[in-house]
């Protein structure tokens, strides 16, 4: 019966050509450190799903953000785990997927075929970091509300185009509900789309070209 729904399915979408080429596609041998970019697959799974459950309770305004979190900390049932799972997995996912990145560099994996695979990594550093810098103000305290400053402090700094940079990362000129609101929806809206359509053409171009075997001495 199974198997008559699938060559069902099969003969209108060829889906095994798909599975195919995803899970039983060739691979060179290859060690341990081929793993980090799975890795950090997973864990930006993690942050998805934990993510997605933070939001049933966390509120995004200056009189209950705070609190907010502190309610999911204290009182929401398995909350501090969501969440300690969440602030964990986003200072992992920033090494892992740097561990990836050098990886990449120092076999020189960057090289033809996959310039274009090390260019949309690249944009995928850039999105990590961009989820770490807007979730860091959310938990809205002492270290939220300030570490927030001086960054977009930092983004002000550049002649010329420093003072609009900081009016539109802030929402104006200080730190306030609009600065909040913004980077929230950049952290649960912009950046997420952001980072499934890039993965999405990372992923497709690892498969398309195939991962690259481990130099050997001499080459
Ligand atoms: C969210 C972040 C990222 C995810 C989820 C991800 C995922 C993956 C996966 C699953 C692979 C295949 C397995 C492996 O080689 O480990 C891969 C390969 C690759 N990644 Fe990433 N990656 C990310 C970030 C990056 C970054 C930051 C760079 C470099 C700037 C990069 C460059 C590459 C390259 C060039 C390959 C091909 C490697 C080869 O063929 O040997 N990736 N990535």
Redesign the pocket.
């Known amino acids: 019966m199974a198997s008559k729904i699938t060559n069902w399915l099969d003969e209108r979408t060829s889906w095994r050509q798909v599975w195919d080429a995803i899970f039983l596609r060739k691979v060179p041998k290859v060690n341990w450190l081929?793993?980090?970019?799975?890795a950090?697959?997973f864990i930006?799974l993690n942050q998805a799903i934990t993510g997605i459950l933070l939001t049933i309770y966390y509120v995004p305004t200056p009189d209950h953000a705070y609190d907010s979190v502190q309610y999911i900390t204290t009182q929401v049932p398995l909350g501090w785990l969501i969440r300690g799972l969440h602030h964990w997995g986003a200072s992992l996912m920033i090494i892992v997927?740097v561990l990836?990145?050098l990886r990449?560099i120092f076999l020189g994996?960057?090289k033809f075929p996959?310039e274009v695979?090390?260019f949309t990594?690249?944009g995928?550093?850039l999105l990590?970091i961009g989820f770490g810098f807007t979730g860091y103000l959310l938990p809205w305290d002492q270290k939220a509300f300030w570490a927030t400053t001086v960054g977009t402090r930092i983004a002000g700094t550049p002649p010329i185009i420093g003072d609009y940079l900081l009016r539109i990362i802030r929402g104006g000129t200080e730190i306030s509900a609009v600065t909040l609101v913004r980077f929230f929806g950049t952290h649960v809206w912009v950046l997420p789309a952001l980072l499934v359509i890039l993965?999405g053409i990372?992923?497709y171009l690892?498969i398309k070209?195939g991962?690259?075997a481990v130099p050997k001495k001499g080459m």
């Open positions: 081929f793993t980090l970019g799975s950090s697959l930006a997927v990836h990145m990449v994996a960057y996959r695979t090390w990594g690249v995928l550093l990590v993965i990372h992923l690892v070209n991962i690259s």
